[in-house]
């Protein structure tokens, strides 16, 4: 089975422009979860889907959304991009929210540069 | 607001010698998990191992285990025998409710031949 992926790997834009970044979890995974990690630090959670509706969201701008889709897939958009949103942007899924512990397997990320 | 806090940023070891990375956290919930994951140069993160705050009994996988002191909030990982691929940075996590991981800064572990 495939696991997450992510499209695309890499990508450059320019400050103030916009950008959308795609996930699509394994097969029967219902909840995706996106978390940006800047370069020599730790995640940090930016949104929790699940059955397309948003279950969580970070301390980030209204610059940043997100939405799932039918088949769960995810998109990420951000606007207005600034050169602090230069990160590798991961995305997780897991079967469903909750504290039972079921894991949430990342995929490879979305390296972004702004320029 | 949950916290995890690890204290070194690097690590190193000789080949086939034992690790411990170390890590604390900070959470009001009395019901978590926690975790170690592996980011190696290729960027993927790893689910290493995995502990239930209610469970007393560390968890172990293979050559990977963790010392969990509920009390002091401490959730070191160690790893026996360490190999050239067990390279990589590694991240100690803690689950927030149904929601999100809280990660720490991460622990760059370099492999000694």
């Known amino acids: 089975d495939a696991g997450v992926t992510q499209s695309p790997t890499h990508l450059i834009k320019t400050r103030g422009q916009h950008v959308t970044l795609r996930c699509s979890p394994i097969s029967g995974h219902k909840s995706v979860s996106w978390y940006q990690q800047v370069l020599g630090q730790g995640p940090q959670f930016i949104f929790q889907?699940?059955?397309?509706?948003?279950?969580g969201r970070g301390n980030f701008p209204d610059r940043f959304s997100a939405r799932q889709f039918p088949n769960y897939s995810s998109e990420l958009n951000v606007n207005a991009l600034l050169l602090g949103d230069s990160a590798l942007y991961l995305c997780a899924s897991r079967l469903r929210p909750g504290l039972g512990g079921n894991e949430q397997f990342f995929g490879p990320g979305t390296r972004l540069t702004v320029l | 607001a949950q916290t995890v806090t690890q204290s070194q940023p690097e690590m190193s070891v000789q080949e086939a010698e034992t690790v411990t990375l170390s890590c604390t956290y900070d959470?009001?919930?009395?019901?978590?998990?926690l975790f170690w994951y592996k980011q190696p140069p290729s960027r993927q993160m790893i689910l290493v191992i995995r502990q239930e705050a209610y469970k007393q009994q560390n968890a172990t996988e293979n050559r990977f285990s963790v010392n969990f002191q509920k009390a002091a909030k401490s959730f070191s990982l160690k790893i026996s025998d360490s190999q050239l691929g067990d390279a990589a940075m590694y991240f100690c996590a803690v689950i927030q409710g149904a929601q999100k991981l809280v990660f720490g800064q991460g622990t760059r572990l370099t492999i000694n031949p």
């Open positions: 889907y699940y059955e397309k509706e948003e279950r």
């Open positions: 959470t009001s919930e009395s019901d978590y998990y």
